[in-house]
């Protein structure tokens, strides 16, 4: 399967204490790789782990590709900041939603379900998420 990966997805499958790290080492095995990110995503992970190490070997090992151009895409993510307001988003998940709108068959893997539930790609399209089960 075909996805994108968030911050809350990438700690869960470092952390072993984080309370989703079972769901996220058990989708690891059903996602093809590499998984695509953006830059955001991978500081805020290296942030959350206090170590840069587990990101540098993902992208070392192959297991994930930076594969968006914050420059390139300015003007797009100027527009959802303003669409999205309210919600005060970060610029990780402003790069994903754009990220999904480029890519549309690849699923957003994320924890943070009620801020994805609400955004939508090309204005009208729910995001395909992957997201952990409800408890």
Not at 20 to 30: D, F, I, K, R, V
Request: charged share 30%; glycine share 2%.
């Amino acid at each position: 399967m075909d996805a994108i990966a968030d911050t809350g997805y990438l700690v869960a499958l470092f952390r072993k204490e984080d309370q989703h790290h079972a769901w996220a080492t058990g989708l690891a095995s059903e996602l093809t790789l590499p998984l695509l990110t953006c830059e955001p995503v991978l500081a805020e992970t290296a942030f959350h782990l206090k170590s840069s190490a587990h990101v540098l070997a993902l992208l070392r090992r192959g297991g994930i590709r930076i594969a968006f151009d914050c420059a390139s895409n300015l003007e797009h993510l100027r527009d959802l900041a303003a669409r999205y307001d309210n919600r005060k988003p970060d610029l990780a998940d402003l790069c994903l939603i754009r990220m999904s709108e480029l890519h549309p068959r690849h699923a957003v893997i994320t924890v943070d379900e009620d801020d994805f539930r609400v955004y939508r790609r090309n204005k009208r399209e729910a995001i395909p998420l992957l997201t952990p089960p409800k408890k």
